[in-house]
Antibody
Framework: EVQLVESGGGFVKPGGSLRLSCAASGFTFSNAWLSWVRQAPGKGLEWVGRVKGKIDGGTTEYAAPVKGRFTISRDDSRNMLYLQMSSLKAEDTGVYYC???????WGQGTLVTVSS | DVVMTQSPLSLSVTLGQPASISCRSSHSLVYSDGNTYFYWFQQRPGQSPRRLIYKVSNRDSGVPDRFSGSGSGTDFTLKISRVEAEDVGVYYCMQGSHWPPGYTFGQGTKLEIK
């Protein structure tokens, strides 16, 4: 059974940093393309960024609103996906989901609140 | 940038009746490899999103056959042949053919039972 479990969310002040984690199991992690998608409270879905599988170069791509502030990384030895967020703004508040491409699986999400 | 526009934004349907959601892209979604990277997602209240349809018309595993996707180029449709109570939620279209900007979602369409 495929499982994606996000963690690391919490309360942070504007300008602060936070690192989210996503623990994966049930599939061949190293080849998987993985994305982060977020959802502001009561709003729609917004793609944040993705990392390709190792066999495809492991490169990253980001949405314009987070480029230069967020960094996606992966640890294939531990089946872990990360989202390092810095220079956080109020508009970064929301639930952050990790997802797989190809066969589409989603975690339960972790809530990030950016507020003074 | 590519913009995805859904209509209607809300839909109230009687149980057992059909429903249809439209999604229009500002740019053709036919990719250079000939594929159209267009998807539909369902998000039930309080749950994570779930993909229903990939590449326009392919149902994901476990998705009931009352859900169907169609369309081409810039215009796409999700149809539910007979709405059931479990179909309540928000439906999103998404494109993956234009990079940048990367995956782009529509605003969402809220489906409720009349």
């Amino acid at each position: 059974e495929v499982q994606l479990v996000e963690s690391g969310g919490g309360f942070v002040k504007p300008g602060g940093s936070l690192r989210l984690s996503c623990a994966a199991s049930g599939f061949t992690f190293s080849n998987a393309w993985l994305s982060w998608v977020r959802q502001a409270p009561g709003k729609g879905l917004e793609w944040v960024g993705r990392v390709k599988g190792k066999i495809d170069g492991g490169t990253t791509e980001y949405a314009a609103p987070v480029k230069g502030r967020f960094t996606i990384s992966r640890d294939d030895s531990r089946n872990m996906l990360y989202l390092q967020m810095s220079s956080l703004k109020a508009e970064d508040t929301g639930v952050y989901y990790c997802t797989t491409e190809g066969d589409s699986y989603w975690g339960q999400g972790t809530l990030v609140t950016v507020s003074s | 940038d590519v913009v995805m526009t859904q209509s209607p934004l809300s839909l109230s349907v009687t149980l057992g009746q059909p429903a249809s959601i439209s999604c229009r892209s500002s740019h053709s979604l036919v990719y250079s490899d000939g594929n159209t990277y267009f998807y539909w997602f369902q998000q039930r209240p309080g749950q994570s999103p779930r993909r229903l349809i990939y590449k326009v018309s392919n149902r994901d595993s476990g998705v009931p056959d009352r859900f169907s996707g169609s369309g081409s180029g810039t215009d796409f449709t999700l149809k539910i042949s007979r709405v059931e109570a479990e179909d309540v939620g928000v439906y999103y279209c998404m494109q993956g053919s234009h990079w940048p900007p990367g995956y782009t979602f529509g605003q969402g369409t809220k489906l409720e039972i009349k």
